[in-house]
């Protein structure tokens, strides 16, 4: 079975500072990989996802995210976070040995200190 | 404008009476899914269709029920809700790639359900 793990549940960072947000993943073959964001009390919406070819992928708003297959990883970064980052990010992953399923990790509450 | 719309956005009920939560996409996907969201246990997937007529479980199925008669329409039915029910519901759809998977996936607002 497919599972995500996001090691930090809150992560503080100042403002101007950089990020990185961890995902590791677990599956046998090669996953579809998302990261979404969840502003408070919005729904989720897509950051950026990773299904085959480059392994360094640029979303919106300036995020980038590099997919690992040795580490079995796909973390999350910023160069440089700005206040209105400030939410809960998570990471997700499908397959299509199992077309339908869908995990999240358990997310990551990022605060940024003015 | 594309969305996932979902009706009532807040809902709070007894045990035992049922309620439909409805989830409504514009967007012609073929995908769609529910997921509950708790604190600390992110999101964990309830039921999804691949098409009209196809549905299939996900991780925690047990004390809800989907139907998936028209492409557009997806809604969960609690029969006999119960207090462990109370959360935040999101409906999500997305279209299917050529591999068999799902893209993306567009979220609605969320529902937020309290079982007494």
């Known amino acids: 079975a497919q599972s995500v793990t996001q090691p930090d549940i809150h992560i503080t960072v100042s403002e101007g500072a950089s990020l990185e947000l961890r995902c590791n993943y677990s599956?046998?073959?090669?996953?579809?990989l998302f990261w979404y964001v969840q502003s408070p009390g919005q729904g989720l919406q897509l950051l950026l996802k990773y299904f085959s070819g480059d392994t360094l992928v640029q979303g919106i708003k300036g995020f980038e995210a590099e997919f690992k297959r040795s580490q079995s990883s796909f973390n999350l970064r910023k160069p440089s976070v700005h206040w209105s980052d400030a939410a809960e990010y998570f990471c997700a992953v499908g397959t299509n040995t199992n077309a339908g399923k869908s995990t999240f990790g358990d997310g990551t509450t990022l605060t940024v200190k003015p | 404008e594309a969305q996932v719309t979902q009706n009532p956005r807040y809902l709070i009920t007894v045990t035992g009476k049922k309620l439909t939560v409805t989830c409504s996409q514009n967007?012609?996907?073929?995908?769609m899914s529910w997921y509950r969201q708790d604190p600390g246990l992110g999101l964990r997937q309830i039921y999804y269709s691949m098409n009209v007529e196809v549905t299939d479980k996900g991780d925690v199925p047990e004390g809800y029920k989907v139907s998936r008669k028209e492409k557009r329409n997806f809604p969960l039915i609690l029969e006999s809700p119960s207090p462990n029910q109370t959360s935040l519901y999101f409906c999500a759809s997305s279209f299917l790639l050529s591999g068999g998977t799902y893209n993306e996936q567009f979220f609605g607002p969320g529902t937020r359900l309290t079982v007494l």
């Open positions: 967007m012609n996907h073929e995908y």
């Open positions: 599956y046998g073959a090669t996953p579809y």
